[in-house]
């Protein structure tokens, strides 16, 4: 579903060139849901962008099904739509005529449980339910693929929780195939079917491994908890060769 195949990235020119990826090569399949961790400046943002198709490799081929979906760490929703408008936002853009436009609305807004928030806008709701909308508006482009970068990383544990359990629901339900940018380890170990590891300046792919805790699973799950600590570990080690 995502194929990539030696892909470097370098910015600018001569000695203040800064290559962000090198000749990474990953392939995640149709349903799979992998989750891309590394230092801060490693690259994963350079790659979500590379296989959204916002930016272009310096070298190698992408390639990632038709449109993926994108989703950040900000909701970025339009303060003077309402919940229903925002979701609704990417139907209109296509000319979905109106009366399926709102069918398929009402349809996403109960996946992500904001039935009764349609006519809201924005500024009336949580840091939690913003978020939701921006999944609900990622979820109307009908992309097989989600891209998601740090999507929860401003949101308090407790409500991450909540996202969590309804990202996994939707994308086993819908068979998505994810690919999933974190800092947060444990939130990787919750949520992958597969942990990619990348190495920082250059990144480059330093460890993966499945991840096989049955699911549902629980954040704060001892299963979850020690293979949170050997990726974190992984990543220490990776961080002290950077630093000495
Ligand atoms: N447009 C750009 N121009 C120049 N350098 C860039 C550009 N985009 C990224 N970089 C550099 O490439 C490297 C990787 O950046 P990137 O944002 O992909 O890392 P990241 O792993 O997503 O970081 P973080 O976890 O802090 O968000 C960094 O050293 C960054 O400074």
Do not use: Y
């Not at 490693?42 to 038709?66: M, N, Q, R």
């Not at 339900?173 to 170990?189: D, K, P, S």
């Not at 293979?227 to 992984?234: F, K, P, Q, Y």
């Amino acid at each position: 579903m995502i194929s990539i195949r030696e892909v470097s990235r370098t910015f600018g020119h001569g000695p203040e060139a800064v290559t962000a990826l090198d000749r990474l090569s990953l392939d995640v399949s149709p349903g799979e849901f992998v989750c891309i961790v590394g230092a801060s400046g490693c690259g994963k943002s350079t790659l979500l962008s590379l296989v959204a198709g916002l930016d272009t490799p310096s070298s190698g081929i992408i390639e990632a099904g038709p449109n993926p979906a994108l989703m950040f760490q900000e909701p970025a929703l339009f303060p003077w739509l309402t919940v229903a408008g925002n979701v609704g936002l990417p139907l209109k853009l296509r000319k979905v005529p109106r009366p399926a436009r709102e069918a398929r609305v009402a349809e996403l807004l109960a996946t992500v449980n904001l039935s009764d928030f349609a006519g809201k806008r924005p500024h009336e709701l949580s840091g939690g339910m913003r978020q939701r909308v921006a999944l609900a508006r990622t979820l109307a482009l009908d992309s097989p693929v989600l891209l998601m970068d740090e999507p929860f990383g401003a949101l308090d544990a407790m409500t991450r929780d909540l996202l969590h359990d309804e990202l996994e629901r939707i994308t086993q339900e819908r068979g998505l195939t994810v690919l999933f940018v974190t800092h947060n380890v444990r939130e990787a170990a919750r949520l992958g079917d597969r942990i990619v590891l990348l190495s920082s300046r250059p990144g480059r792919l330093k460890w993966q491994g499945s991840v096989d805790i049955p699911r549902p699973r629980r954040i704060d799950s001892p299963e979850v908890s020690a293979l949170a600590a050997e990726v974190t570990d992984r990543l220490r080690e990776e961080v002290a060769q950077h630093v000495g």
